[in-house]
Each structure stands twice: as structure tokens, then as C-alpha cells.
Antibody
Framework: QVQLVQSGAEVEKPGASVKVSCKAS????????MDWVRQAPGQGLEWMGR????????NYAQKFQGRVTMTSDRSISTVYMELSRLRSDDTAVYYC??????????WGQGTLVTVSS | EIVLTQSPGTLSLSPGERATLSCRAS???????LAWYQQKPGQAPRLLIY???SRATGIPDRFSGSGSGTDFTLTISRLEPEDFAVYYC??????????FGQGTKVEIK
């Protein structure tokens, strides 16, 4: 079955960077896009962007342009999301989600990133 | 950017009752690229509906989606205990950039 397994929780200081991984199994890795969505504590869902794991092509939300970098490693069926210049309001659970561009049908378990001095 | 507004913010209902959730878009949603998700505390969202009205794999038929253009509805025909959760609508707009509604919480009355 399709599984997306994300890396563990992270605690970072303001101004630092964080890199979250998402390993896919149970489907053709290069056959789907991978989107990243985050959720601040007690808040709603916020789309960050998307990567085509086959080509490496990306499509970022305007809000995160210049601060987010999404990459893929086809050899290990893993995508990465790196967010730089962290602020306290970046504290959130970060999800990867398999998509066909219009919606996400499978989600990772989420990775809590806490930004605190 | 297309803004999605969900109403009501909270819906208080009893098991067995019908739930009607609304999602309104600030401009027309292209080709019904509108999806609905369910999220329970501590869990990742789960896809319920895509293309405005198509149920995702394994979703019970008590869940249905309808609407077009700027007005969409998620209906739960008879609430089961496991349906009490937060529901989000999501659209895929120009250049396939997504946006989500702020969510509707369905709580036990």
C-alpha cells in the first residue's frame, strides 16, 4: 500500500534552516507529484508548494518563494523540503502529500517543527 | 489567489443527523478542481471528495459533494460517531497553486 514516511520532529532556532524528508513506497515514485502543506498549532492547512519527483521541477506558493527549496532523490524515493530563515511563526506540523496536481490522495504522518530560541 | 470561505465555523449536531457544509470561492474554481478533506485531532487530513463530487477510494456513500463555479457543498447524510472532525475544502487554481478554506468543525451536540 502507499506509504509516505516523514522524518522526525525538529527544534530549531530563529534564523536557522530545517530540512524535512518524506520517503515514499507502494507506488511509482516518479508517477506523482509531491506537495507540502503545513499546519500551525490550532490553525488550518496552508499549501507551501509542489515538486515533480521525476524532473525536479517545482511550483512554490508566493508566500514561501525565496525561503523554501524542494528536492527529490529518485534513487531512494525520497523528497525533501527545506525552509530557511526560520521564524517563530514557522512552528507547525509539516505534511508531505502525494498529488496529481489537483488534490492529495495520500499524506505523510506529519513532522513537527518547533522554532524557539 | 482564490480565497475559500467555509461556513459555518462550527456545526453542532447529533449522531444520525444530516450535516451540510459550505465552501464559497472568491472566483470561479476551474473545472471543478475542488476537494474536501477530513481531519481528526493528531492525524493527517484524509481525502473525501475530489472534482467537487467524486468520492475517494473507501469513502462511505453517506459523504457527498456538489456544486460548481463558486459555491460548493459537502453533505454527510447521517452522521456517524467517527464523522465528528474538522473538514476543509481545497481548490487548485491557476498554475495549480492550492488554497484551503479555514475549516468547519463538526462537533457532537
Amino acid at each position: 500500500q502507499v506509504q509516505l514516511v516523514q522524518s522526525g520532529a525538529e527544534v530549531e532556532k530563529p534564523g536557522a534552516s530545517v530540512k524535512v524528508s518524506c520517503k515514499a513506497s507502494g507506488h511509482t515514485f516518479i508517477g506523482y507529484y509531491m506537495d507540502w502543506v503545513r499546519q500551525a498549532p490550532g490553525q488550518g492547512l496552508e499549501w507551501m508548494g509542489r515538486i515533480n519527483p521525476n524532473t525536479g521541477g517545482t511550483n512554490y506558493a508566493q508566500k514561501f518563494q525565496g525561503r523554501v527549496t524542494m528536492t527529490s532523490d529518485r534513487s531512494i524515493s525520497t523528497v525533501y523540503m527545506e525552509l530557511s530563515r526560520l521564524r517563530s511563526d514557522d512552528t507547525a506540523v509539516y505534511y508531505c502529500a502525494r498529488s496529481i496536481t489537483n488534490y492529495a490522495d495520500y499524506w505523510g504522518q506529519g513532522t513537527l517543527v518547533t522554532v524557539s530560541s | 489567489e482564490i480565497v475559500l470561505t467555509q461556513s459555518p465555523g462550527t456545526l453542532s449536531l447529533s449522531p444520525g443527523e444530516r450535516a451540510t457544509l459550505s465552501c464559497r470561492a472568491s472566483q470561479s474554481v476551474t473545472s471543478n478542481y475542488l476537494a474536501w478533506y477530513q481531519q481528526k485531532p493528531g492525524q493527517a487530513p484524509r481525502l473525501l471528495i475530489y472534482g467537487a463530487s467524486s468520492r475517494a477510494t473507501g469513502i462511505p456513500d453517506r459523504f457527498s459533494g456538489s456544486g460548481s463555479g463558486t459555491d460548493f457543498t459537502l453533505t454527510i447524510s447521517r452522521l456517524e460517531p467517527e464523522d465528528f472532525a474538522v473538514y476543509y475544502c481545497q481548490q487548485s487554481g491557476g498554475s495549480f497553486k492550492w488554497s484551503f478554506g479555514q475549516g468547519t468543525k463538526v462537533e457532537i451536540k
